[in-house]
């Protein structure tokens, strides 16, 4: 455009070419010769005066016509240089139209290009069209989001997207073409027709959280932003539906959460990695005195009794290492000073990805507890005391009993002996000097001092039995018990009672202790059925959740249960002695070592009806 | 000097009634007409070691010995007896009343020959001495201290 407008300007301008100085100025003589016409009709002194005058003007116009010579001249230089300027810009415009012919050329060829160009761009356009549409398509069917296309002048549902079908239940036949309002899972919905109208009239409205129903009848919430714009010739609304439901519930769980920490009685405060405090519940509030105003954004540190300043790196590093810290029992300082027994638990906050955001504290007043444990460790200690000051009178006592037993074996039995002797040398020496009624007498003299002897024999026993350390080890008790009943109920004419012998399990204990039992419970057993005809003994054990009761039974005199707790009193005794010879040390002596075996033993009887005598052995602890 | 027997058994007993009923069985049974009697153990050390050196003739044969004895009792005197070259062959047997272990075990930690205790019923006891002077006095073979 610009080129042709500068050839046009040019040749206009062709014809001033030919221009000159001489042709421009021809018009001023014309006009110079023709003044004054009239000069000729005047006197000779006028016309001397006329003609000096005259020759003065022709003078003056010779003057003028130098001037003009010489104006004329340098006009015809000025008119020369301007030829010459005209020349060379003659010549420039030649070349420039040169050049703008060049340029008309190229512009054409350029326009051919760009002719080309645009038809290949409308080649491309359509393409991108198609594929656009294609993309935009696989968006929608794969976006998570539930997308409805609507008519925006009917309300019809125009399109919807698969995660939308999913969401409801319902298949997008079953949408298509539906006013939305009809569809039963936005009927009472913010589809309805008067939302509807409203967001027709506004072209855009975001909802929040409307509940719907699912096909299935499932209540879900919805999230929805809707927006109205023109698609291709007709208004569209397109609502895009998310599905909070998981995200409800997700808060929901959090508020509940929340709740529970605080409600807690626990202080349970969050912290940072550096142990400033970051979040301080009530139940901190309660047993730290703190509020949260004051403690959030403060160190832990101010909980910590200044011996205990340590701790709190120590529980950092351990955290950084990875480990938790679980009811680590520590002193903290509530904010009246008072010192707080408490049971700590640290553990590391981790956010998704498993990075530490901060730490959790759970601290449990234990105060009470530590009181009560206290107390409890001061009462041990107080009985410990106690024990060993009652061990230690124990011990004296039974220092005590051992000489006195000693007393009793050795001083005791000396003036027995002198009765016994003396009384013997008497009827020795003397018997034929004593009346019958005097050799009578003697005679209970001596019985006495012998039986009084039997007693002290059967005490010292007794005694010897609580003082001797156990020697224990495994006692084949089937072995031992047969014997016992063979030597002291032997076969043949002597025999009198039917004993009836189950196998006996092994026992541990102190052999010779037992052996004693064994003889004492037999021997009561054979004593008491002496008188009854078919005397029978029976002797067993039974064993009961890893205890074995042990038994001897007879179908002797018996006793009445009434006295049972007499039964096993030293000297204690339920038969006359003109019935059943004895001193009553016997079930003593069997209680004292089924005792320091750490067993029990009892009877089970009735008068005339025989006796049952049962012990237990303990597993080896002393009683 | 007068009496060229031997001194056959020291009997050390504090109890005057023992020793009477232990003397009156000895002598029923013929089987000791010389013994000596010392009350407590300071006497039974007077009697062995008093005189000088004791002579071979003036050793028993054997010494029934007590243990509590007033002064010097019975498991000193017995010490004294076993741990002197001169005493120590002659044999001691213990005739007390205690049948504590540990008097038992010492006894026989000193060297005694032999451990009875007194029955209390008289006619074991009678029983016991009969027999033990029997065997020391009688079976029993004492070494002889001048060879």
């Known amino acids: 455009m610009s080129v042709r407008t500068v050839t046009q300007v040019i040749t206009e301008r062709g014809p001033t070419k030919g221009l000159d100085a001489a042709s421009a100025f021809p018009r001023k003589d014309e006009e110079l010769e023709q003044q004054p016409p009239g000069g000729d009709s005047a006197s000779p002194e006028t016309r001397i005066e006329q003609a000096e005058a005259r020759t003065e003007q022709a003078e003056t116009r010779t003057q003028q016509a130098r001037v003009r010579t010489e104006q004329a001249e340098v006009r015809t230089e000025q008119a020369e240089t301007r030829t010459e300027h005209a020349r060379v810009r003659t010549e420039l415009a030649e070349v420039r139209i040169e050049q703008a012919e060049t340029r008309t050329e190229q512009a054409k060829t350029r326009t051919e290009r760009a002719e080309a160009r645009a038809e290949q761009a409308e080649a491309r356009s359509e393409q991108e069209v198609q594929a656009s549409q294609l993309d935009y398509r696989r968006l929608f069917q794969a976006a998570k989001e539930g997308i409805l296309i609507l008519d925006a002048d009917t309300g019809q549902i125009a399109d919807a997207n698969r995660s939308l079908t999913e969401m409801l239940g319902f298949s997008l036949a079953e949408l298509l073409n539906m006013p939305i309002w009809e569809v039963t899972a936005f009927k009472d919905a913010a589809a309805n027709k008067a939302k509807f109208e409203q967001l027709h009239a506004q072209g855009y409205a975001p909802y929040e959280n409307i509940p719907l129903e699912t096909r299935d009848g499932r209540k879900i919430t919805m999230e929805f932003v809707s927006s109205v714009y023109l698609a291709a010739d007709r208004n569209v609304i397109q609502c895009n539906v998310r599905d909070v439901t998981e995200r409800e519930r997700a808060e929901e769980t959090a508020v509940r959460l929340a709740a529970i920490v605080n409600s807690s009685e626990d202080a349970i405060i969050g912290k940072t990695r550096e142990g400033i405090i970051t979040s301080w519940n009530p139940g901190a509030e309660k047993v730290f005195g703190y509020s949260a105003k004051e403690a959030v954004g403060q160190s832990m540190l101010m909980l910590f009794p200044s011996e205990c300043v340590g701790e709190e790196a120590e529980i950092l590093a351990r955290i950084a290492r990875g480990e938790n810290i679980e009811h680590f029992e520590a002193v903290r300082v509530g904010k009246n000073g008072k010192r707080i027994d408490v049971s700590v638990t640290v553990s590391r906050v981790v956010d998704r990805d498993h990075k530490t955001i901060g730490l959790s504290k759970i601290a449990r007043d234990i105060t009470a507890r530590k009181r009560a444990e206290r107390e409890v460790h001061r009462l041990n200690a107080e009985l410990e005391q106690r024990v060993i000051e009652r061990t230690a009178q124990l011990q004296a006592a039974n220092k005590e009993l051992e000489s006195f037993s000693y007393s009793v074996s050795h001083d005791l039995r000396a003036p027995l002996r002198a009765i016994d002797g003396f009384s013997q040398a008497v009827q020795q020496d003397y018997a034929a000097l004593l009346p019958e009624e005097g050799q009578r007498y003697l005679k209970t003299i001596r019985e006495g001092a012998q039986r009084m002897g039997v007693l002290i024999d059967d005490l010292l026993t007794f005694s010897r039995l609580s003082r001797l350390p156990l020697t224990r080890g495994t006692i084949n008790t089937n072995e031992l018990v047969r014997a016992l009943v063979k030597e002291m109920n032997p076969p043949g004419k002597d025999c009198h009672a039917a004993v009836e012998l189950i196998d006996l399990p092994q026992s541990y204990g102190d052999a010779a202790l037992l052996k004693q039992v064994w003889i004492n419970l037999l021997s009561n057993a054979l004593k008491y059925t002496r008188h009854r005809q078919g005397a029978r003994i029976e002797i067993g054990a039974e064993t009961k959740q890893g205890v074995t009761t042990w038994f001897v039974r007879d179908n002797g005199t018996g006793f009445d249960m009434c006295y049972a707790d007499k039964l096993f009193g030293v000297f204690q005794r339920l038969h006359r002695a003109e019935d059943f010879e004895g001193t009553g040390v016997g079930l003593a002596i069997v209680q004292r070592i089924v005792q320091r075996h750490g067993g029990r033993i009892w009877a089970d009887a009735a008068p005339d009806r025989g006796a049952t005598f049962f012990f237990t052995l303990g597993d080896g602890t002393e009683e | ?147």
């Not at chain 2, 054997?62 to 498991?75: E, F, Y």
């Not at chain 2, 070259?85 to 010492?106: A, G, H, M, Y």
């Open chain 2, 1 to 147: 000097m007068t009496e060229p027997t031997a001194m056959e058994i020291l009997l050390v007993e504090d109890n005057s009634q023992d020793a009477e009923l232990a003397l009156r069985v000895l002598r029923q049974a013929n089987i000791a007409n010389h013994i000596t009697l010392a009350r407590d153990g300071a006497e039974a050390l007077e009697i062995l070691f008093g005189n000088a050196s004791p002579s071979p003739e003036v050793a028993p044969k054997v010494i029934l010995l007590d243990l509590k004895l007033p002064k010097i009792n019975g498991l000193e005197v017995l010490k004294r007896v076993k741990s002197d070259p001169r005493t120590k062959l002659i044999p001691v047997v213990v005739l007390t009343s205690s049948r504590e272990q540990s008097d038992v075990v010492q006894s026989y930690r000193l060297g005694v020959n032999s451990y009875i205790v007194k029955p209390v019923d008289f006619e074991r006891f009678a029983d016991a001495v009969q027999k033990v002077g029997m065997y020391w006095l009688l079976l029993n073979q004492p070494p002889h201290v001048d060879e």
